[in-house]
Every structure is written in C-alpha cells, then in structure tokens.
C-alpha cells in the first residue's frame, strides 16, 4: 500500500521544487522564500529538518543533487540569475544539534542575464558537469575540472535555443547506440508557432552540441517539466514531457548505415507513443522510476497518476490523491511517487529501489 506522510515545510512562500538524493533517504525543498531546506529521514520514516539557509536574492525555482560519489553536493537555480553549487562540511567547531553538518556555498555561476529556471548534473558517467537553462534560451553546460575543488568551474559549451526555456533533462546512460543528449523545454506562449521541446545531441569529434534534425512532434503548448527514462536494455529513448497533457515520446537512433549523415538527414526518428488527458488541466510534473518502466504525472488536479505500458500501449495503472487515498484500486508495485496536496510544486524524485516509495 502506498502511504502518505505529511511535513510541515515551514516554508513562508510558495515550494517550487522538492528533490531526493541517490538514495531517497535526504530530501532539499526550495521556496520562493529564497530558503533551502535539506531533510533526512530517520529509521521510522519520518522526515527531520537537517538544515535550513537562505541560498539566493530570488525565489528559487530548482534545486538537484549531484552523485554521491562527489560527496554530498546539491545546486540551485533563481530569479536572481544565477545558479549556485553548495556543499556539505563537517566542522566540529558548528554546534552540535547539527551533527557539526553545515551547507557552504563553493561557487556561484553568474553568466545568465535573466531568470535561471533549470538546473541538472550531467550523468556520472561523463564527469561532474552541471547544466542550466533560462529564459533568455541559452543553455549553459559547466564542468568542474578538479572534483575536489567544486569552487573552480568552467564554463564548456553555449547553446542558444532562441525559445524562453523551463526545464532540461539528460539522458541517463551513453554507449556505442547512445550517444549523450539533452533535451530542454519551453513554456513561451509568446514564441512563434513550432515544438516547445529541442533535443541536443553531443559529437564527440566536433565537441560540441547541435540540435538533432526532427522536433518533438505536435508539441506546442507550454512545457513545464522533461523527463528521459533509463535505458536499461532499450535502444531508444522514452522522454516524457508534461504540458497541459502527459505526453510520451520515443527517440530512437538510426544506425549510420541507414542515413546519410552528409546528407543532413537526422540521425533520430522521433514518435509520440502516448498522450494522455486524464489530468484535465496543467501537467507540472512528471518522473519515471529508476527502471524507466513506469511514469509518475502530477497537476492542478492535486493527484498523482501511475502510467504504465503494457507492451507498446500505455494506460494509467493507479491514481492517488493528495491527501493519500487511492480511488483507483489498480496498483503499480513498482512505481515511486511523492505526495503533495499541492501537487503544482511536487517532485517526484528518484529513488535507489523500484519497490522503495519516499514518502511525503
């Protein structure tokens, strides 16, 4: 059974983004009370206030953790335009209600002229690279050459998507048929009339990125969330995008064989494989669990929806309620959501365990 546990954030302004470690067991809230807020949770479950900090001079719309090979080390995104590392010390001289445990902040990225509404660590697998998007369209990718140094990050690869971006997500695994991209997300009504969804792909040999040919089709209602699902076993990409639907697209590589790359062709067929309504309003939310085999959606009808495929088709397996009920009597054993009567600002976090739940 799923279970719901409710927190009393303490936040004084509305949460935009609620994040999990690896592990699910440590949660960061951001506010647009300019607060971050890190909690853990104990052996019963329960979730305790670890530590608390005014992180920027604007709301703050993200906040993501990085791998814990690189200790524990979350960024932040703001109004303020700037984007934010922050790191976890252990100082014995810090009182010891807080364990010696303090949160530094090791640098801070001003290169953005407006508003930084994304925030992303690269897959591990490439090196610590963080990725930030804002409104005035530009992605900016930084990688920190030293990794025991986070105060010294430099600034990589540039890329203008000429749309007022929202969200960004990496694919999550790269090998020979995978070749990293990234996808980003606009919710610019004002934009002319085309996709709201761009994916880049990175070359190797040229080292940077360019927009894969296909865009994401029938696409053009305003994105607040993207997601890539793991590949475990795939050979394509299953992103999920929520608007003012749940959308599931399929990107799938073609072999060099096939096309001819000087040709221009692209290298990416890309396929809608489901669009679902159920919601019946705006979609801000939308995650998949760490097998990639079910999607979790949230929106402003306060639920949470579990999607599933049943070979290539896709239905809503359970439904749950803001306050924890279940009206659906259909269940996923294997699905990771986060509760919220104010399912707007949810994050559905990843989790370490396909059966593991974190509760809020």
């Known amino acids: 059974m799923f279970e719901a546990h409710t927190i009393n954030a303490q936040h004084k302004d509305l949460i935009h983004d609620v994040a999990y470690n690896y592990y699910g067991n440590r949660m960061a809230t951001c506010s647009s009370d300019q607060f971050v807020k890190i909690w853990d949770q104990d052996e019963h479950g329960n979730w305790n206030l670890s530590a608390a900090w005014k992180a920027h001079s604007g709301s703050v719309w993200k906040v993501t953790w990085a791998h814990p090979e690189y ?40 290169d953005s002229r407006t508003s930084v509404t994304d925030v992303k660590f690269a897959p591990k697998t490439i090196g610590l690279f963080l990725t930030t998007c804002a409104s005035d369209g530009i992605l900016r990718i930084y990688e920190a050459p030293d990794i025991m140094n986070l ?28 070749v990293p991209l990234v996808a980003i997300g606009s919710d610019d009504n004002n934009a002319s009339t085309g996709s709201k969804v761009l994916i880049y792909e990175y070359s190797e040999a040229f080292r940077k990125f360019s927009k ?79 097998l990639g085999t079910v999607l979790a959606s949230s929106g402003d009808d306060g639920c949470v929806r579990l999607w599933k495929s049943d070979k290539e088709y896709w239905k809503c397996v359970s439904v749950l309620k803001g306050d924890g009920s279940i009206p659906d009597t ?3 054993s294997d699905a990771a959501a986060t509760l919220s009567t104010k399912a707007r600002y949810l994050k559905l976090g990843p989790i370490s365990h396909p059966n593991q739940v974190p509760y809020h």
């Open 151 to 178: 105060s010294s990050w430099t600034h990589q690869h540039e890329v203008s998507s000429k749309l007022s971006c929202s969200c960004l997500t990496w694919t999550s695994s790269f090998n020979r048929l995978h």
């Open 212 to 290: 894969i040919g296909d865009t994401v089709p029938y696409c053009f209602d305003a994105v607040h969330d993207i997601t890539f699902a793991t590949t475990h076993g795939r050979s394509y990409h299953l992103l999920a995008i929520a608007t003012k639907n749940v959308r599931i697209v399929k990107v799938k590589p073609i072999p060099d064989n096939v096309v001819n790359i000087q040709s221009g062709a692209s290298k990416f067929e890309i396929t809608t494989v489901a669009t679902f309504e159920d919601h019946y309003c705006t979609v801000w939310r939308v995650s998949w669990n760490v």
């Open 71 to 110: 200790g524990q080390v979350i960024a932040t995104c703001s109004f303020d335009r700037t984007a934010s590392i922050w790191e976890e010390i252990i100082d014995t001289n810090i009182l010891k209600d807080s364990g010696g445990r303090q949160w530094v902040r090791r640098a801070n990225l001003v």
């Open 330 to 332: 259909a269940m996923a």
